[in-house]
T-cell receptor, first 111, second 114 residues
């Protein structure tokens, strides 16, 4: 499997600040996905970045991918209390493989 | 309303009992998945199916069983052989399976042991 590992495990920030979390993985990938999970709920897909892309934006989210370092980062700008959640990365390898998830980064945005 | 429906939301299992968690999707997706999540942890794959009448074991399949008789349904049975079943169970589906496929998740079933 191709499990991503998120860092830090937990993050606490004030509303309006930026939140950055990182993901490292072990082998070559086709793409990497980020998901959000609100407490006690299912995961929601945020963004997918392909291996030939270096940066991708979606609203207040910015994802980078460095395949030479086997790492990705997720930046949430101008955070809101509603961004309080756990964030998971999911590296995706070759065809036929299954998507696997890391342990997540728990983000707390204080009002 | 399209999506994935998991039921029940809460489930209690007695010692030695098998219980079945339901997962239904109306997204016309080929692939479906079951994950287990323990408190404060990530997701671990139990079983997945990329087509009707076919399924594969994930990383922690022991003590669980599944069936995929219909495209829209992928029930998970937690058997008495699963000695530590207390967890949050999530079902997901995707159009065809990795790579490049986005997964859509249900709201989860929380299973506890009485």
């Amino acid at each position: 499997s191709q499990q991503g590992e998120e860092d830090p495990q937990a993050l606490s920030i004030q509303e309006g600040e930026n939140a950055t979390m990182n993901c490292s993985y072990k082998t070559s990938i086709n793409n990497l996905q980020w998901y959000r999970q609100n407490s006690g709920r299912g995961l929601v897909h945020l963004i997918l970045i392909r291996s030939n892309e270096r940066e991708k934006h979606s609203g207040r989210l910015r994802v980078t991918l460095d395949t030479s370092k086997k790492s990705s980062s997720l930046l949430i700008t101008a955070s809101r209390a509603a961004d309080t959640a756990s964030y998971f990365c999911a590296p995706d390898k070759a065809a036929g493989n299954k998507l696997t998830f890391g342990g997540g980064t728990r983000v707390l945005v204080k009002p | 309303d399209g999506g994935i429906t998991q039921s029940p939301k809460y489930l209690f299992r007695k010692e030695g009992q098998n219980v079945t968690l339901s997962c239904e999707q109306n997204l016309n997706h080929d692939a479906m998945y079951w994950y287990r999540q323990d408190p404060g942890q990530g997701l671990r794959l139990i079983y997945y199916s990329q087509i009707v009448n076919d399924f594969q074991k994930g990383d922690i399949a022991e003590g669980y069983s599944v069936s995929r008789e219909k495209k829209e349904s992928f029930p998970l049975t937690v058997t008495s052989a699963q000695k530590n079943p207390t967890a949050f169970y999530l079902c997901a589906s995707s159009i065809k399976g990795p790579p490049g496929d986005i997964q859509y998740f249900g709201a989860g079933t929380r299973l506890s042991v009485l």
